[in-house]
């Protein structure tokens, strides 16, 4: 029996008469990365800091962890990691001062702290700011603030994370850090929740994405399978698409120039189709994932919306 | 326990990295008041050490309280296995132990002013103790405010004044006292310690509420 991580039912939030989500339902189990989007303004942030206890739900009933997260309790804080809009540093201590903290917080020893930094954050900088002369945080720049408040949420390897916009000012290495920590993290059965405009973020690391609009949280169409667009540059023959479908189990459509359609599991999927397509004569001008396959998705359900 | 005194050596790590302007000012601030007590002829006794209290705690709750809400990591600080009881008395033992901690100070130079060129017998250690005293039940009075007032305020730059506002309050109100009722002057200090114990307990319902992330501005 899988066991939910995160679970929202029915929950709404409103500021005096301003309703900002209502009826939002929402389940992510062990290992799983949930993406949200939506546009600015819609409450993607404040449904973060009502799944994390810091603003009470107005109905509704939410777990994280099997805990109600306004009752704050310190076991349920112990294992989540966050990443929210402010980094949370105190800017006069250096990160490793920072670090301590945070580690003492979560009832992590020092030595637990160094062999994470060793193991998993050697090639950036943090790893020269927590063992070679530091400064202090403040002088820091916002892309490095940021890998900071990767490195802490990632601390201890916690059951559940959720980052508010955590690729914002990131560079291309960080981004591919932070996207490997979050399959490690996905590896050890973390529970993880997204929150970002960087759709292509999303589409590469979720599993299934909500969208919340018009006070409502809505998954996308094709449920967990809308990440993992792909596309064949290929005739518009009808048996070309009917093979498609048979592996992928979902209808595919032709744009006049590609086939499109999403994959669940793409490393096994896409080889089989090409295979197939190669075999039914199909002469095929390229394979790539879909990259604007969420973002049409969205665009699609807003419209819809 | 251990996440309290985290929080606390958060705190002294954060005051111990302040820039050198703020121990500079604080220097001063010393300087300046140990010698009032040489100036008897202000007839206003202990009092003065109320007020000290006020701007020296008002300082600390400033960079305690209010800097962690204007930054907006209050937050991150409350999703971090902390409790919220935690940052709270963590932070307000801190700046009360501060206070008191400069109190002394100011109070053990402003003796050697006295000793050196006022009458060191017509102040006795039993005034002193009394200042001080009075200085640090006045602190927790400033501490338990800034705390709260740090939430409810939507523009905490007003705290100092808030604080001065209701220090003065206070002692004219226990001035005022002897025209109804005969009262005994070190009942002060308890009086401010039983309105510093409200405040705290206002803060610790607001700790536990939403205003406590809600944005405020200079």
């Known amino acids: 029996m899988s066991i939910t991580t995160v679970y929202c039912e029915g929950t709404s939030k409103r500021f005096g008469a301003s309703v900002v989500f209502d009826e939002c339902s929402l389940a992510i189990g062990p290992g799983t990365i949930y993406g949200l989007v939506g546009l600015n303004g819609a409450g993607k942030t404040t449904l973060i800091r009502v799944l994390l206890g810091l603003l009470k739900p107005s109905g509704g009933a939410v777990t994280v962890l099997g805990h109600v997260p306004w009752e704050h309790s310190e076991t349920m804080y112990a294992r989540v990691g966050v990443v929210l809009e402010n980094d949370g540093f105190a800017g006069n201590l250096t990160i490793r001062q920072n670090l301590g903290i945070f580690a003492a917080a979560k009832g992590i020893s020092w030595a637990g702290v160094e062999a994470y930094i060793r193991e998993f954050w050697a090639d950036t900088f943090v790893y020269g700011e927590v063992f070679g002369p530091s400064k202090k945080t403040k002088y820091f720049s916002r892309g490095q603030r940021m890998q900071c408040s990767l ?8 059951s559940v994370c959720f980052f508010d916009e955590p690729t914002v000012a990131l560079d291309v290495e960080a981004y591919d850090h932070f996207c490997r920590l979050c399959r490690v993290a996905r590896g050890r059965g973390a529970a993880m929740l997204i929150s970002s405009h960087q759709l292509s973020a999303v589409e590469e690391l979720c599993d299934s994405v909500g969208v919340l609009g018009n006070k409502k949280l809505r998954p996308l169409e094709n449920g967990s399978a809308v990440c993992g667009g792909w596309s064949i540059i290929a005739g518009p023959n009808e048996n070309y698409g009917a093979i498609i479908e048979r592996i992928t189990g979902s209808a595919p459509s032709h744009d006049g120039n590609a086939w499109h359609f999403t994959a669940s599991a793409p490393k096994t999927m896409v080889p089989d189709i090409v295979e197939e397509l190669v075999r039914a004569g199909c002469r095929i001008g390229e394979v790539s994932p879909d990259k604007n396959g969420l973002r049409e998705k969205i665009r699609t359900h807003y419209e819809k919306a | 326990m251990k996440k309290l005194n985290a929080i606390i050596g958060k705190e002294w790590a954060g005051f111990l990295g302040s820039e050198r302007g703020v121990f500079s000012v604080y220097g001063i601030l010393v300087l300046s008041w140990s010698f009032l007590p040489l100036y008897k002829g202000l007839g206003t006794g202990p009092i003065w050490w109320l007020f000290f209290s006020v701007v020296i705690s008002g300082n600390f709750t400033n960079t305690v309280f209010v800097s962690e809400r204007l930054s907006g990591s209050m937050e991150v600080l409350l999703t971090s296995g902390f409790s919220r009881d935690a940052v709270l008395w963590g932070k ?5 132990a501060m206070s008191c901690a400069i109190g002394l100070l100011c109070i053990g130079i402003s003796r050697i002013w006295v000793s050196l060129w006022g009458n060191a017998s017509a102040d006795g250690s039993m005034d002193v103790l009394y200042g001080f005293g009075l200085y640090c039940a006045g602190t927790c009075l400033n501490v338990g405010c800034g705390a709260w007032m740090s939430v409810r ?6 705290i100092p004044f808030v604080g001065i506002l209701l220090m003065s309050l206070t002692i004219a109100g226990f001035a005022a006292l002897p025209l109804i009722a005969p009262v005994p002057q070190w009942l002060l200090g308890p009086a401010l310690l039983c309105l ?5 307990m206002l803060a610790r319902n607001d700790f536990n509420g939403e205003r406590i992330i809600q944005p405020i501005h200079l």
């Open chain 1, 151 to 158: 490195c802490r949420a990632f601390l201890g390897w916690p």
């Open chain 2, 92 to 96: 307000s033992i801190f700046v009360l």
């Open chain 2, 153 to 158: 305020l939507q523009s905490p730059r007003l």
């Open chain 2, 196 to 200: 510093a114990m409200v405040f705290l």
